[in-house]
């Protein structure tokens, strides 16, 4: 399930547009920029989700210019904007699920397990143990990824209701 975000943690300012970028990067490897490839860099540049492909087929048939889309060049593109730096890719539950990269500031995740919501925060502290850790290890950091597991709080309370209904 997507969970609609609207950039709340803000921009990072970046030289390119995600088009150009992607168009830069695919020209280095002697490919074009198709239409349909270029259709779906624009559609998921301009929502802010966290999807998997199926959902982003399913969102680009909608639409009057992707309504053509094929499976097979979604999964293609996807795996393209991953390694042009475009999208990042994390698996959760045996699901892939993509989001922006490119422009959007590092964060970390909390991903209910019940209805697989993802919430989104950015913590100082963390990045601050992030750096010691490595540095005890004579390691540099660049990056990381963090996701912790567990039950959100709108899940958390439908279960006690549910359960407090169980008891009446
Ligand atoms: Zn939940
Ligand atoms: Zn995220």
């Not at 349909?36 to 959902?55: G, P, Y």
């Not at 990269?101 to 993802?118: N, R």
Request: charged share 25%; aromatic share 6%.
């Amino acid at each position: 399930m997507a969970t609609a975000a609207d950039f709340s943690l803000g921009k990072v300012d970046v030289a390119m547009t995600p088009r150009e970028r992607f168009a830069e990067f695919l020209q280095a490897r002697g490919k074009r920029i198709t239409r349909q490839r270029q259709m779906i860099v624009e559609h998921v540049s301009s929502h802010n989700e966290h999807f998997d492909a199926e959902q982003l087929l399913e969102g680009l048939r909608k639409t009057s210019h992707g309504a053509r889309a094929s499976r097979p060049t979604v999964y293609r593109t996807l795996t393209e904007m991953v390694d042009a730096g475009l999208l990042k890719k994390m698996v959760l539950g045996g699901r892939a699920v993509y989001e922006h990269d490119y422009g959007y500031p590092q964060h970390d995740h909390l991903h209910c397990t019940s209805c697989q919501q993802l919430i989104e925060f950015s913590s100082d502290e963390l990045l601050r143990i992030r750096n010691a850790v490595a540095g005890q290890h004579q390691f540099r950091a660049q990056g990381h990824r963090l996701i912790i597991t567990g039950i959100c709080a709108d899940c958390r309370s439908n279960r006690s209701k549910s359960r407090h209904q169980d008891r009446v």
